[in-house]
DNA sequence: TTGCCAAGTCTTATATACTGGACTAGACTC
DNA sequence: GAGTCTAGTCCAGTATATAAGACTTGGCAA
């Protein structure tokens, strides 16, 4: 009956593809925040030693990974930094995200936080702590399956079933108690979302908190990333109004600033 | 008489390496500064069409790359990015550098730049322009072969004629004017900026600027980067002797940053 | 309509990238 | 000095990724 199967790219064979090792292994150093000894990385990635050890010396190469210490330790190089950045400046929605964030935290007092989509996952971008002596943070560049924040469910309300369906690998698919997503209804939260300028959390990731969020929408119209506030669950209703008014405010601002993108322009 | 032929990676049949389309995809991206057609990839980088369509499609899909708009516009993707600022957080000399850049271009209203080396070019990382009515800025990410400035001998000063060899490519090898470069001569004058804690343009690049630049050590006692001014060349000598000791004083602090590194504390 | 071009997909063959495994070098122990 | 372990290099065979090229699709013009 249910012909859905998540692809993912998935080894078919004894062989598997140079490009496909390379993507585990920068996903394997990015897991792991920080460099990772290069002796211990075919294991890690269940890889045989000679692909592993002829990528790396390819890719460090050419920059996109560095490899320092006697001891070996790899990590992303300098190049990466300056591909990232191109893509930084052709995506302005990015970077002036990233200052919203770091202006609604410094004038709240409140975390914010800037969130995109990868797949099926929510990455956090950029996150600014508030001033509260309980910060709550969670890790720059740190993912989390999508139907477990408010702010996915915005960043999935333009696509079709079919498309989220694309999208979540089988490990996107539980909850963080280990139930299984009910692809239907979750589709439907969703859409629920649609051209709304706020969602507010489920409380689906802890019991304290809460967490607001607004949609910001791209030039072709769907919800390219979003920024939010994380707050503690027993803030006062007046605050909270004041909050939602300012991420609705910088929602707006960050989207409209994508119209200005020169290939949309006549 | 002369065996020392410059090693970069070469098509040496009929086939290519997927890597190696991957890295030249990436690096036509980045020259050609904005998204490319993805159609027009393959002749740009004399690449068969089901090649780039095969590896343009999993790049996608896995982040690293974005496609955009009806049109097939094809540039780096969010994973880039995420990949980019883990970089910057594990090297704080980078993210530093370009806080202090910042901060010298205001305080001193004179064109300030944080660059680096890749191979045997030198990148401009990060610049910020001064406040002159002339600004003379280059464009940040651009390359240029390292014997053209004096930062880059900064950059080689603790590196053997062998490893100097290694890194620079034909194409580095010349001059602005076509002149080709004498290595011996070449490397006597990285050495000669050993230690130094300055060096001074030798304007090569255009005969109205000068430039200033200090080394930036890393932990493993080599240059790693150079902070820099872009001044005109008609500048007062007090204001330049002020400029030179700020430009020290920056780079002893970006270079002493490096020694908190924790693998080599201990 | 028909013809044309450009953009993208699919299929098949073979040159070679990936693999396994043997090997070397060095560090550390006993 | 012999034994052991870990890190890294090297080599040859074969499963398969790359490449060539035919094919489909869509847009535009005559």
């Not at 598997?16 to 585990?24: A, F, H, Q, Y």
């Not at 211990?40 to 045989?48: G, V």
């Not at 929510?122 to 943070?137: C, D």
């Not at 924040?149 to 915005?154: E, F, I, V």
Request: aromatic share 4%.
């Amino acid at each position: 009956m249910d012909g859905r199967v998540a692809k993912t790219r998935v080894a078919r064979g004894p062989r598997e593809r140079g490009i496909d090792r390379v993507l585990k292994l920068f996903s394997f150093l990015q897991a792991n925040g920080g460099p990772a000894r290069l002796a211990e990385l075919p294991q890690a990635l269940a890889a045989p030693k000679s692909t592993i050890y002829d990528l790396v010396n390819i890719l460090v190469e050419s920059g996109l990974l560095e490899l320092r210490g006697k001891d070996g330790q790899v990590y992303f190089g300098k190049l990466m930094h300056l591909y990232g950045a191109s893509y930084l400046r052709a995506n302005d929605i990015m970077a002036r995200g990233r200052e919203m964030v770091d202006g609604l935290a410094k004038e709240t007092g409140e975390t914010s936080e800037f969130c995109t989509r990868l797949r099926g996952k929510q990455v956090i971008v950029h996150a600014r702590p508030g001033s509260r002596p309980l910060r709550i943070s969670s890790e720059i560049g740190s993912q989390i399956p999508i139907p477990w924040t408010a702010s996915g469910r915005l960043m999935l309300s333009h696509m079709s079933l079919a498309e989220i369906d694309a999208i979540l690998d089988p490990e996107d698919r539980r909850m963080p108690n280990g139930a299984p997503v009910d692809l239907d209804a979750f589709v439907a939260e969703c859409h629920a979302c649609r051209d709304r300028p706020i969602a507010r959390t489920i409380g689906t990731i802890n019991s304290f908190t809460q967490c607001l969020a607004a949609p910001i929408i791209n030039h072709s119209g769907s919800v390219e990333a979003t920024i939010c506030f994380v707050l503690p669950i027993d803030i006062p209703e007046e605050k909270k109004n004041d909050l939602e008014a300012r991420l609705i405010e910088a929602s707006k601002t960050l989207s409209l600033a994508g119209l200005k993108d020169p290939s949309e322009a006549g």
